[in-house]
């Protein structure tokens, strides 16, 4: 039937031009952003996946952080413990040499204890106040402390330290004031320095410990983003050569919505 009411070569050259302009501004979408999914239409299970990815990813690389700031904590409550156990070496050195025959008990042994009184307070000085952001570390309050180092909520380390004060050592009456007194105290200050030695390896320890989560973390970051990459960045050869399609595609529609308006004129024919 010959018509002009209706172009039916120009309406099906018209569709399948939307179809191709819909592909290439697709086609473009993907190439301006570098990825494969712009929008949840693109892939709706695999934004899905995508974000669920993210999430693991963010709170991997805030366990990170955490644990960094755990080593930094470990590390304060460590050398707190070093210069304690320092004094206590020098404690134990007086009273060595105090329980030696050749002192009196005064002046020499008065003088010796004198020396063993402001270290018994700076000790306690330090086991106080140590602290990191403001937490406590070795007044014997930092007990069973947890440190967040995964995305997911059981992976926590707890972290704990002994008092580290001079009572909590067991050296808060040393006194080498007198020969048996100095002896006496050779015994109490090995027992403190045993003690402040197994919580130094248990510093040591838990920085092992943090410093491997953190490298298996890390790792894991890795893997994620590159599985992350595979479902959300877009092909760029395959996208290029999609581009180049759609732009032949464009213009042959151009010129074959041209050809079929073209047609109809030759309707004219029948009235001459």
């Known amino acids: 039937m010959t018509s002009i009411g209706t172009n039916r070569p120009a309406l099906r050259v018209h569709y399948h031009g939307d179809l191709n302009n819909t592909k290439l501004t697709e086609t473009i979408e993907r190439l301006s952003s570098g990825q494969r999914i712009t929008n949840a239409a693109d892939d709706a299970a695999g934004l899905f996946v995508a974000n669920r990815i993210k999430s693991e990813i963010r709170g991997l690389e805030r366990g990170i952080q955490n644990a960094g700031d755990a080593l930094g904590l470990v590390s304060t409550a460590e050398n707190g413990m070093q210069e304690i156990r320092n004094m206590i070496l020098r404690m ?3 009273a060595v040499q105090m329980a030696n025959g050749v002192y009196n008990d005064g002046p020499d042994r008065g003088y010796a204890q004198t020396e063993i009184n402001q270290l018994m307070r700076q000790v306690d000085m330090i086991a106080d106040n140590a602290d ?16 967040q180092t ?4 059981d992976e926590r380390i707890s972290l704990y330290f ?14 080498i004031s007198t020969q048996n007194g100095a002896k006496a105290a050779m015994t109490t200050l090995n027992t403190a320095l045993e003690k402040i ?5 248990m510093a040591g320890g838990f920085q092992n410990r943090i410093k491997h989560g953190m490298s298996l973390s890390a790792l894991l970051v890795k893997s994620s983003t590159i599985s992350l990459g595979r479902i959300m960045d877009a092909d760029m050869a395959e996208e290029s050569t999609q581009l180049s399609k ?7 529609n151009t010129a074959m919505l041209a050809q079929a308006n073209q047609s109809m004129s030759s309707i004219l024919t029948l009235f001459s």
Not at 150 to 153: G, I, K, L, R
Not at 162 to 175: K, P
Request: aromatic share 4%; hydrophobic share 35%; charged share 20%.
């Open 197 to 201: 030695s197994e919580q130094l390896s």
């Open 162 to 175: 002994r008092s580290n004060t001079t009572s909590g050592l067991g050296i808060d009456t040393v006194d």
């Open 150 to 153: 995964s995305h997911n909520a």
């Open 132 to 147: 990191f952001n403001g937490v406590k570390l070795l007044d014997g309050s930092f007990q069973n402390v947890n440190i």
């Open 92 to 94: 134990r050195e007086l």
């Open 246 to 252: 759609a732009q032949v595609l464009a213009k042959a």
